[in-house]
């Protein structure tokens, strides 16, 4: 929880299955830090999901159904994960059934795979966003911030770059998020404010990591500024540069897609000054303040209010340009039956897969 856990006052067991958690204030965060991944100390394994892995070959692993799991034991005893080279290399390998499913399929493969009838996808709006991130040496006023995030149109670079398979961003919070009221401010496409970048004559290097998408995305992020006389000069780096220009924030901008969500929780570490994930150069004292408010609420009005405050923050002085919400998809064969609901993710169901029919599983090729 970073410097949130200082709202905890202590935490004491109840019984086998409860503990009692005492605040100092209000801490909606608490139940928010819930959602992230909880290791037992001391060990390398133990979490609380539906299997733990038993066996490391190669470069694949090796899961067992937990008996112990709070929702029951897994009608699939085992599951193992093994890496391709390329989706297109285990799309092979699943129209030869020696694949049962593709744990995450891109926006490249998404309309080839929907095509065939022994697979059945399914989509969702993942929890990471598209973004420009302005680094330490990216000195510009917030009115040229503002301007930039002007200059995009979101609808148009969904459609262009990412084939239609994502949500336009407005700021850091995601438009579905339940605490978004009507009112709440959001950075939008307008081409009058971003026509002041045309007598500035604004060049600057934005860093990109070398994948399709991120170079389909920074692609059309560089046409659309080009419309508005701003000189985007994309430069491909390793994943060790970006990690650590991002850490050092040393740089102009960085194009990313960090988790962004289910929680604002989530936001708090990568946004606010004191967050466990915060760049250096990012952020204001606005969405600082905003963040706390949202950390103290008492209630959902309370919570609501500070939300409304991040986003104008946000608005008036963007720690980044705001793109997209990324859609990924699940490819399962039909010889499972998977409980889903339209856009959500299916992995959290997967104790609850099962086969069709007594055919075979997959090969262990």
């Known amino acids: 929880m970073g410097p949130a856990y200082d709202d905890i006052e202590r935490i004491e067991p109840m019984t086998d299955n409860a503990v009692a958690v005492r605040l100092r204030r209000p801490s909606p965060f608490l139940v928010e830090a819930l959602e992230t991944l909880i290791n037992k100390p001391g060990t390398a394994d133990g979490g609380t999901g539906p299997y733990r892995p038993t066996s490391t070959s190669g470069s694949a692993v090796d899961m067992k159904a937990f008996d112990a799991h709070y929702l029951g034991r897994p009608v699939i005893d085992e599951v193992r994960f093994q890496p391709y080279p390329s989706i297109r290399a285990a799309w092979a390998e699943m129209l030869r059934g020696n694949v049962d499913w593709l744990f995450e399929v891109g926006v490249d493969a998404l309309d080839s795979l929907k095509t065939a009838t022994n697979v059945s996808v ?11 991130m302005f680094g330490s040496k990216m000195n510009k006023s917030s009115a040229v911030r503002r301007a930039l995030n002007a200059g995009i149109n979101r609808e148009m670079l969904v459609t262009r770059a990412l084939n239609g398979y994502g949500v336009p961003s407005y700021g850091p919070v995601s438009p579905r998020h339940w605490a ?42 560089k046409r659309q500024l080009a419309e508005v006389s701003v000189d985007l000069i994309l430069e491909e780096a390793s994943q060790e ?31 606010h000054s004191h967050g466990t994930r915060h760049t250096p150069g990012t952020g204001n004292p606005g969405m600082d303040a905003a963040l706390d408010r949202i950390r103290h609420a008492a209630s959902d009005d309370e919570y609501r209010t500070g939300v409304e405050a991040f986003q104008r923050a946000t608005v008036e002085n963007p720690p980044a340009i705001f793109l997209a919400w990324s859609e990924r998809a699940r490819a399962v064969s039909r010889r499972f039956t998977v409980p889903a609901e339209p856009g959500r993710d299916i992995l959290p169901t997967i104790q609850f897969w099962r086969p069709v029919t007594d055919q075979r599983y997959a090969s262990r090729n």
């Open 122 to 132: 399914f989509s969702f709006v993942r929890n990471y966003q598209y973004l420009v």
């Open 180 to 221: 978004v009221r009507p009112s709440t401010p959001t950075l939008t496409f307008d081409p009058e404010i971003a026509g002041e970048l045309v007598h500035s004559k604004l060049r600057f290097t934005c860093l990109v990591p070398a994948d399709s998408v991120y170079e389909r995305v920074a692609l059309e992020l």
């Open 241 to 271: 540069r970006l990690s650590q220009s991002f850490n050092d924030g040393d740089f102009e901008t960085l194009l990313a897609d960090p988790i962004s969500g289910p929680t604002l929780f989530r936001s708090y570490l990568f946004w």
